[in-house]
């Protein structure tokens, strides 16, 4: 036997100070308010700050460099 899931529900007060029973309904004056239902939220792709292949190349220049410097006998200053 499929699982159907009800439209009814237990009697809700939205923020028009009405009761609600039917979750379509419900959803509707929930949009229709601009609100957003906890746990329905479409959260947009994080999209990355930097590009992965420059900063993995630029890192691998910083790193050559320390070790280029520290050949040469540059140390850190220590306090």
Known sequence: MP??????M???????GR???SKASFRAVTR???LTEVGNEKFKPKQRATDLKTTKERRKQDVQK???RYKAGQ????D
């Open 3 to 8: 699982h159907v899931i009800s439209d009814s």
């Open 10 to 16: 237990d009697p809700v007060e939205h923020v028009d």
């Open 19 to 21: 009761f609600y029973t």
């Open 32 to 34: 229709a308010h601009g």
């Open 66 to 68: 320390a070790i280029a």
């Open 75 to 78: 140390r850190p200053k220590r």
